[in-house]
């Protein structure tokens, strides 16, 4: 660890927590996912100050609160890293309207990332097996169908699923396609291929969904069904649950409830479009990777997904 040279700053939980609230308010210009992993990540941070006491803005506290992040709160690498990001911004702040000289925080790496994903996929029969036990008797269950065969199909992820609205859904050139906003994106830039069973699959909600109110081009492509909240965007939270339970209820998990997640389908959806002879540069373009190196890790798992179904009722992805 790099001794630290520069004198302690004292401060109470009172005055964190308003420069914090000033923090927050500063970061109005960014996206609301941005500002929102900040803000908890800063949240994690000053509960941790208040009960430590002994945070005086040093590189040796920083690495004391790593440390708890590690050892105590046991976050994964990638979790660490983001609440240090969070710590990083806001004693930059601090600098920038000068009560603090220095960024400690600049001076402590967030843990090491792991080489491999950390998620696991589904081979074919479990994919069957999930499509299977995804009842469509109702709004919700057709609802669910299409936003899992969307995410293994377009390897979309959910917060892909809760930025889209019905109209982002096109044809262009007698091929279905979806205008995406991504993360760290503030437009719809990217253009997603959707396979003719994703289509159906859509078509199907949409059909089932009309019953209730008209569907319309500006309204959200999932809705939620709850009371109080009937007909409202679904969120990226509120995805991530419906998909775990489904995940859950088909029987896919199998004590596998940390490694095989919602992004778990986005996974997948990568290891099939390997599988069917997608090149490094198709994956990179269609899972919105930045360089090909992530794209990689596939490769080296190939024909991993065991043996395909007999019956091709899975799903399709179009390569375009």
Sequence with gaps: MIRDEFKPVVMTIEELTQHFENFANE???KREDTKGTYTRALREFLKWFAVDKKFRFLVEDVQRYRDYLTYIKKLSPVSVSTYLTALRRFCEYLKTIGVIEKNPAKRI???KRPTSHSREFLTWEEIDQLLSSVERKDEAGYRDY???KMMLGCAMSELELS???VGDLKVVNDQYIIYVQGKGKDVKDEIVPVPEDVVKALHDYFTFRSKRQPVEPDQPMFVSLGPKNMGERLT?????IIINEHLKKSGVKKGR????TPYSLKHTAAMIMVENGATPEELKKRLRFVGLGRGMFYYSKKENL???PQKQDSLQLSLL
Aim: charged share 30%.
């Design 306 to 308: 065991e043996k395909p």
């Design 257 to 260: 409830n940390r490694k095989l």
């Design 27 to 29: 970061l109005s210009n």
């Design 146 to 148: 299409a936003m899992i």
């Design 163 to 165: 930025n889209a609205d």
């Design 109 to 111: 790496p967030g843990n």
């Design 236 to 240: 990226n939270k509120g995805i991530r």
